[in-house]
């Protein structure tokens, strides 16, 4: 892989030259991953276990989120994040930072700066959250218009209009929102349908309203929105959101963490809803996109096989290739982001090198080998625009008898 400024140029396949910098002929090189959604207010609040969504927002998350109102810690907060999505090779992001505008200005900077390719969205929220957290509609509207125009929808970090879900905003935000989409092509991220006591508790709100349809009737739906979970939905429901072209950012371990229900991708899919893949930290557990490819595959089979988990059909689950392609090309493609994902000239140069410890490329299937087998520690560099931006260590571990 050659690379020259912050762009791939060329691939050769073949012999390996001894004059490379980077890697050798057990390395895999690998596209940076995609996560197309995560909270990065959430990533000291992982493991929080035991409690179903709603509980968990208010008890764990908005407290968490609260502290982001303090500029001082959220810009300390960005930087650890920054380098733990690193670390893990998560190059691409779909992420939501707080209500503050002051820090998701400062998060987005941040990513910029380091050179991350993808969309980060101050949260709108008018109501059902502690005081600390909500804005009037109008000054949400306002901050967002001015951090799109800041960050705007074709640059390479841009900003994201991020209604949390529907349960925290009113319908004048939302419809607000979704005028503010109308005028770009901005991202829109928000939640929809994670969990049946949300779903029961947005059909009261809005008077038995479909879920979809009150996103849709806000102007919140369109080929640019990425919708977290998406787990009870009808056939209806799958239908409109095919029809309008947004996507569901599935995230199987969120999921089983807060006990949401498995999505079943593939029904999904066969109504023609594009389907991204996120890690939904702090909801889900793993930065690592993955480990997350990997949870793809185990919803997958919980789905195919049921309760007893037994069955000879393999050829129904998503595969480790499947997944692979999932985090990588398959994300960017989801998004639209033809500039990363592959590994190919004209892409820019966002790009891991990989130094398994294992003879993988000996295996019967090397790609499930590695997914299967993944140790962050393998990620020796993490290289963003063409430039290293990660690199790690790495000595066996041992220590001398
Ligand atoms: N629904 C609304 N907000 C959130 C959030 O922060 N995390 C998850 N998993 N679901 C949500
Ligand atoms: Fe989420």
């Known amino acids: 892989v050659d690379i020259d400024g912050e762009k791939i140029v ?20 690998c596209p940076g991953l995609i996560d197309t959604h995560l909270h990065l207010p959430q990533f000291d609040s992982i493991g929080a276990a035991g409690m179903r969504l709603l509980p968990w927002l208010s008890e764990v998350i908005f407290p968490a989120e609260i502290r982001w109102n303090d500029l001082a810690q959220a810009k300390s907060m960005i ?14 992001i779909c992420a939501y930072a707080t209500v503050s505008h002051d820090a998701t200005i400062a998060a987005l900077r941040a990513f910029r700066e380091i050179g991350f390719r993808g969309v980060i969205g101050q949260v709108m929220m008018d109501r059902d959250a502690p005081a600390e957290l909500l804005r009037p509609a109008n000054q949400l509207v306002d901050e967002v218009d001015r951090t799109l125009s800041l960050f705007p929808a074709d640059g390479r970090m841009a900003a994201a209009i991020t209604p949390r879900f529907a349960l925290s905003c009113s319908e004048s935000l939302m419809e607000q929102a979704g005028a503010l989409a109308a005028s770009g092509f901005a991202v829109i991220q928000t939640h929809l349908a994670e969990t049946t006591a949300e779903c029961r508790a947005v059909d009261q709100r809005f008077g038995g309203k479909s879920y979809v349809r009150v996103y849709q009737d806000a102007g919140l739906l369109n ?78 089979v919980r789905i195919a096989t049921g309760k007893d988990g037994k069955t000879d059909d393999f050829d129904q689950i998503p595969s480790a290739a499947h997944a692979w392609y999932q985090i990588t090309a398959g994300n960017a493609h989801a998004l639209g982001w033809d500039d990363v994902g592959r590994i190919r000239a004209g892409a820019s140069a966002d790009v891991l ?25 393998w990620i020796s560099r993490t290289i963003l625009r063409g430039r290293v931006q990660f690199a790690r260590n790495r000595g066996d571990g041992r220590v001398a008898p």
Do not use: Y
């Open 10 to 29: 060329g691939v050769a396949l073949g012999k390996i030259s001894s004059s490379v910098d980077l890697g050798n002929e057990d390395s895999l090189i």
């Open 79 to 92: 930087s650890r994040v920054a380098n733990q999505c690193l670390g893990v090779g998560t190059t691409g």
């Open 223 to 300: 080929q640019h929105s990425v919708l977290g979970h998406g787990i009870h939905l009808d056939r209806i429901a799958q239908q409109q959101l095919a029809e309008s072209g947004a996507k569901i950012a599935h995230c199987p371990t969120a999921n089983s963490f807060l006990g949401s229900g498995t999505m079943d991708r593939d029904s999904h899919l066969a109504a023609g809803i594009p389907i991204t893949l996120g890690s939904d930290i702090g909801a889900g557990f793993e930065r690592s996109m993955v480990r997350v490819g990997r949870a793809m595959i185990d919803a997958a």
């Open 353 to 377: 090198v990989v130094d398994p410890d294992i003879p993988w490329r000996k295996t019967r299937c090397p790609l499930s080998t590695l997914m299967f087998a993944w140790d962050d520690r």
